[in-house]
């Protein structure tokens, strides 16, 4: 019979045993099922089983400082296909998180700074930005006979906000339109924000949840300013 004072009661449990650094590495059969089934494996040596064990060896300082968590999309297959259900990409994103911003690499580095401070990856000017809008609609009226098309900017009470992937507006203008043919076609109540208008939140690939948080807000004061209750966050 279990005397009572060995039972250990819930907050009793050592919860950090189970979130060691960064967290759940542990649990790792060294199976391999994560390494075959990523996309990314062998890239620059990159192997997310062998990457586990590192972090579960607890060298810590080489794997923050090596490129491997770098070369990770954070697609998240290996997570579906590990028999332990180890969270590999929120591995990555911590260790990510552990790298001293100044060293994050230069392209993510510079495009989280420049969103947080102008509001998009690119630093477009609100100006350019409505202008590549409007210029991308009259294309839209132009090319499929959609003559009373506008793209609806800052409309306020819409059904639909959606945020638009920096490259939609710099290379790759003919991919905005496959959205708002559909949308017009569907007879759509959508808007795009002409401020905060990003949907690439790189806060959320360094690792910087501050910077995450920060970018979702502005995405939520859009809403709240506009009246509108449904996102379409094509990131
Ligand atoms: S699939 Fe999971 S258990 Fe298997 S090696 Fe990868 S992390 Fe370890
Ligand atoms: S999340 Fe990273 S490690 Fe996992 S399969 Fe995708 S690229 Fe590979």
Redesign the pocket.
Known sequence: MQETSDIIEMDQIDHDRFRSWPFSQD?????????SSCPVSGIDGFD??KL?RMVSLGLEDKVVEARWPWICTMCAK?EH????E?D?PNVVRSIRGLRDREAVPGILHKGLAAALETGNNLRLPKEDFVFILEDVGEEIAEESGFEDFKVPVDKEGANILTTIHNKLVNTHTDDLKHWWKIFHVAKEDWTVPSDNWEGTNWGLFTGDDGAMKTMVGRIVENMEKLKIKNLLWPE
């Not at 649990?27 to 994560?34: A, D, M, V």
Request: charged share 5%; glycine share 6%; proline share 11%.
């Open positions: 649990f790792c059969l060294t199976c391999g099922l994560c390494s997310p089983r586990i290996c296909v590990c028999p332990m180890i590999i």
